[in-house]
């Protein structure tokens, strides 16, 4: 019987599944004591982390026995992948199990921004009834939206958008020809530089990577159109956020929805202050109550399958 850590959150029907066939500790406050959970690392088989856990070297030097770990969501930038490959720990994602619940982040987001919702709702609440300025926003319907970055995410966001009457365009350097065809439509790739001169909303859906770290500059953001809104649920490092807040100031970006930030948990948004057209949310595009039990569940369907086929 192998033995496996749990070191955040994850559903009870999950932990029922692994404790069927294993020995599971589970602590879901152990990512706040660094020192107890390497401690409790020396016989461990399995680990299952969220984003706050930190799985470097000193946590595998702690675990001669790791062979696995399963990450509850899809970034892996708390895992050092190079050292797990290094000592052939199998890392496992929840690759796809959140995007129904980003999607509907990104599409009530734009809608929200694009009808200028949060102001209105400002304004009202004042006492003021500002209903000629608001009636000059734009329908969301024929909108185009620009989606940077098009794996199992940005696709399940593209199909929502289709089904809202949106024209949809990506940018995906990993990706080549002209478009991609999938469920019943196509959605064209273009250059990075086409898709923002052209989109009045762009999503984010890119890993955070030497390569793209700040790929949302002062000089990118400046070739967004003329009051074009950003949606970030992909990783905070992308976005120069204090780039953002100025042009959002200035009105050059016309709203912004920012779920994830350069520092987690978000302790200084200072430069976001004051500014009417924004959502700022504590990393939530991806969790829900349905998309919680679809990771839980895929993760410990894949660990338990791991552990079972090095039997």
């Not at 702690?62 to 770990?69: C, T």
């Not at 009834?129 to 926003?137: A, H, I, V």
């Not at 956020?241 to 994830?260: N, Q």
Request: hydrophobic fraction near 45%.
């Amino acid at each position: 019987m192998s033995t496996i850590l749990i070191s955040e959150f994850i559903t009870s029907q999950a932990l029922e599944t692994l404790s069927s066939e294993h020995n599971v500790i589970y602590e879901p406050d152990f990512y706040k004591n660094r020192e107890a959970l390497i401690a409790a690392m020396q016989n461990i088989d399995a680990l299952i982390v969220r984003n706050l856990t930190q799985v470097n070297e000193e946590i595998l030097l702690a675990s001669p026995s790791l062979k696995v770990v399963g990450r509850l969501g899809v970034g892996l930038e708390n895992i050092e992948l190079p050292a797990c490959a290094k000592r052939h720990i199998k890392v496992i994602p929840a690759t796809g199990a959140n995007a129904e619940s980003v999607a509907e982040y990104v599409i009530g987001a734009a809608v929200t921004l694009t009808r200028g919702f949060i102001p209105a709702t400002v304004a009202t609440l004042k006492g003021d009834w500002p209903r000629p300025r608001f009636s000059g926003y734009h329908e969301f319907l024929g909108q185009t939206l620009g989606i940077v970055g098009f794996g199992s995410i940005g696709r399940v966001v593209a199909k929502k958008a289709n089904a809202f009457g949106l024209k949809c365009i990506a940018y995906d350097p990993m990706l080549s020809g002209d478009s991609v065809d999938f469920d019943g439509f196509s959605v064209p790739l273009l250059r990075l530089t086409e898709l923002l001169s052209e989109s009045n909303a762009v999503s984010l859906h890119l890993p955070f990577l030497p390569e793209t770290k700040n790929l949302f500059n002062a000089v990118t953001l400046d070739q967004m159109k003329e009051g074009a809104c950003l949606i970030n649920t992909a990783r905070g490092g992308i976005v120069d956020e204090l780039a953002l807040a100025d042009r959002l100031r200035s009105g050059r970006i016309g709203g912004a929805a920012i779920d994830v930030f350069s520092s987690e948990p978000a302790k200084d948004l200072s430069h976001f202050e004051g500014i009417e057209n924004l959502i700022l949310t504590p990393h939530i595009a991806g969790v829900t109550h349905e998309s919680n039990e679809r990771v839980s569940q895929m993760i410990a369907d894949e660990v338990n399958r791991y552990l079972g086929a090095l039997k």
